[in-house]
C-alpha cells in the first residue's frame, strides 16, 4: 500500500525549487546573450559597411586613377587673401563624389556639385580666420537640403548617438556619418591662423592616404595598402567640435584621425565618462568594446584595439613614413 | 539506494551546477599598461599657476595616449591618462602648459567645449603649443616629477 502511494505522490518541495533555480540560471544566461547576439549582428552590418565603402574608394580609383579627395574647396580653414585656400568654397566631402560608386546615382544626379555644400566662409568663432582667399560658390539650398538624406551604408546601427550633424550647413542640418576619410586634424589650419588649407598638399612624410584636395593614387602608399588606414569609424557624438556629415566639410569636420588614441570618452567635470560621447573632434572611436574598425587601403577591415598607442596608430596613418605597422 | 526519483534530482543538481559554472565564466577585463605617477608644479615668473593644463603626448615608442592634468592654487598637478589612470607609461613626452582666459580675463566654464569657446592661450607659444612647445620630460621610475618654470615673455 505505502509503496503504491509513494509512487504516484508529486513533487516535494527541494525538488520545485531546484527547477525553479534552473529556470532562473538560464534565463539570466540567455538576456544577456540575446542583447549580445543583438551588437553583434550590429557589428557585423557596421563592418561590413565599412567594407562597402572602402570598395567604393577602389571603384572610383579604377574610374579615375585617383582616390577621391577627403573634400573640396573648405572655407573655414586659415588662409590670406592669394593664400594656400582654394578660390572656389564648396566644402564639399569626399563622400558626395563617391556615391555614384555606392549604387546613389538618383541622389548623385540631384546633387550640384558646382555649388557649395555648406556656406561656411569664415572660422566658427573665436577669432580663427576664414579662407579669406576663396568665395562662396552658388547657393546652398539645394545641397543644402538634400544633405539630410538618411543613407544606411552611412551609419553604424551599433552607435545610439546623434542622427544629424551638430554643425549646420547653412542650408540645414546634414545626416550624420559614422565613418571618414583618415585625414589629418592639421586640415583645418587651426595653430597657423595664416595658411592652414589644403594641409595635405605640404605634409610631406606625414601624408595620410586622404586631406583636402588629396589625389592619392594607391601606388603612392610606400608602406603598402594593407598596412596604411585608408577610412576610420568615429562616432555621432562628439563633445568638444562636431560629428560629420557624407555631405559638407565645415568647421573641424576634417574626417578620422587616429593619432591621440582610440575611444577617448568625454568626462565632464566630476562626473562619470560618457560612453560613445568622443572627447574631441576628429578622432576615432566605436561603442563596440575595446576597440574600432578601419578599413586599410587594401580595402580589407580591421578591427583595431583601443589598446594601440597614438604613435604607432599614427604611423599606420601615415601613407610613407617607412615604419612597420605594429598595429594590434 | 537510490530510487528513480532521486536519480533525477542528482541529475537535476548536476546541471544546475554545470549551468553555474559556465555563467561564472563570464566577465574579465585586460590588464591596463603600467603607468607612473607624474606630479609637478607651474610657476610662471616664480609664482604658481593655477587653472593651468599640463598635457603630456607620448613621442617615438612611449606607449599610451598621455596623459593630462590641472594645477591647483598652489600650481601642483598631477597627471591622469583619458581613462582616467593616476599617472601615464615610461618614456619620451612633449609637454604643453596651457591656460585660457576668457576675454574678460575670467577663466572658461570648465564644461564648455574649448573649440566653441572665446577664451585665449595666455601662455607663449613656445610652452602652450602642440607644435611649437620646447619642453620635454623623460618619464621612468625614478623621474615622476616635473616642475615647470616658465617666463611670461618666453625666453
Not at chain 1, 586622404?210 to 610606400?222: H, K, Q, W
Not at chain 1, 575611444?263 to 575595446?290: D, E, F, K, M, V
Not at chain 2, 563570464?26 to 606630479?39: D, F, I, K, Q, R
Amino acid at each position: 500500500m505505502t509503496l503504491v502511494f509513494s509512487a504516484r505522490r508529486g513533487f516535494t518541495l527541494i525538488e520545485l525549487l531546484v527547477v525553479i533555480a534552473i529556470i532562473a540560471v538560464l534565463i539570466g544566461l540567455l538576456v544577456p546573450a540575446v542583447q549580445k547576439v543583438r551588437e553583434a549582428a550590429n557589428r557585423m552590418s557596421c563592418t561590413n559597411n565599412l567594407k562597402q565603402l572602402a570598395l567604393a574608394c577602389h571603384s572610383y580609383e579604377s574610374s579615375y586613377g585617383r582616390l577621391p579627395p577627403a573634400g573640396k574647396g573648405y572655407g573655414w580653414c586659415a588662409s590670406t587673401a592669394g593664400g594656400t585656400g582654394d578660390t572656389s568654397i564648396l566644402n564639399m566631402s569626399g563622400w558626395v563624389l563617391v556615391l555614384s560608386h555606392l549604387e546613389q546615382s538618383a541622389l548623385d544626379s540631384q546633387l550640384n556639385k558646382a555649388a557649395c555644400f555648406s556656406n561656411l566662409n569664415t572660422a566658427w568663432c573665436c577669432g580663427f580666420t576664414g579662407n579669406a582667399n576663396g568665395t562662396v560658390a552658388g547657393s546652398v539650398t539645394v545641397n543644402g537640403a538634400l544633405s539630410a538624406t538618411v543613407i544606411k551604408t552611412f551609419v553604424c546601427p551599433s552607435d545610439p548617438g546623434l542622427a544629424t550633424v551638430e554643425y549646420n550647413s547653412g542650408g540645414g542640418q546634414g545626416a550624420a556619418i559614422n565613418y571618414d576619410f583618415i585625414a589629418s586634424r592639421s586640415d583645418s589650419g587651426l595653430g597657423t591662423n595664416t595658411n592652414g588649407c589644403n594641409y595635405w598638399n605640404r605634409a610631406g612624410a606625414s601624408r595620410y592616404m586622404f586631406g583636402e584636395n588629396s589625389a592619392t593614387r594607391l601606388s603612392d602608399v610606400l608602406d603598402g595598402t594593407s598596412n596604411t588606414f585608408m577610412i576610420g569609424e568615429t562616432c555621432k557624438n562628439v563633445w568638444n567640435g562636431s560629428n560629420l556629415s557624407w555631405a559638407y566639410r565645415s568647421w573641424v569636420m576634417t574626417g578620422v584621425d587616429p593619432n591621440g588614441g582610440l575611444n577617448i570618452w568625454y568626462t565632464p567635470t566630476g562626473g562619470a565618462t560618457q560612453y560613445g560621447n568622443l572627447s574631441s573632434w576628429g578622432q576615432a572611436g566605436s561603442i563596440h568594446t575595446a576597440g574600432a574598425n578601419f578599413a586599410m587601403g587594401d580595402a580589407s577591415v580591421r578591427f583595431v584595439r583601443d589598446s594601440n598607442s597614438s604613435t604607432i596608430l599614427s604611423r599606420a596613418a601615415m601613407m610613407s613614413d617607412g615604419t612597420v605597422n605594429n598595429v594590434e | 539506494m537510490l530510487n528513480d526519483r532521486g536519480v533525477d534530482t542528482m541529475r537535476t543538481v548536476f546541471f544546475l551546477f554545470l549551468a553555474l559554472g559556465f555563467s561564472a565564466g563570464c566577465g574579465s577585463s585586460g590588464p591596463g599598461l603600467p603607468l607612473t605617477p607624474v606630479t609637478g608644479t607651474v610657476m610662471l615668473d616664480g609664482v604658481p599657476v593655477a587653472e593651468a593644463k599640463v598635457t603630456f603626448f607620448p613621442q617615438l615608442e612611449t606607449k599610451g595616449n598621455g596623459g593630462w592634468g590641472i594645477t591647483d592654487a598652489s600650481g601642483k598637478y598631477a597627471l591622469k591618462t583619458p581613462q582616467g589612470g593616476t599617472g601615464v607609461p615610461d618614456g619620451a613626452y612633449k609637454v604643453t602648459v596651457s591656460l585660457r582666459r576668457n576675454p574678460d580675463g575670467s577663466l572658461p566654464k570648465p564644461d564648455e567645449p574649448p573649440i566653441e569657446s572665446k577664451a585665449k592661450e595666455t601662455l607663449p607659444a613656445i610652452y602652450s603649443n602642440e607644435s611649437k612647445t620646447t619642453l620635454k620630460a623623460d618619464v621612468s621610475s625614478s623621474a615622476k616629477q616635473f616642475d615647470w618654470s616658465l617666463k611670461a615673455k618666453g625666453k
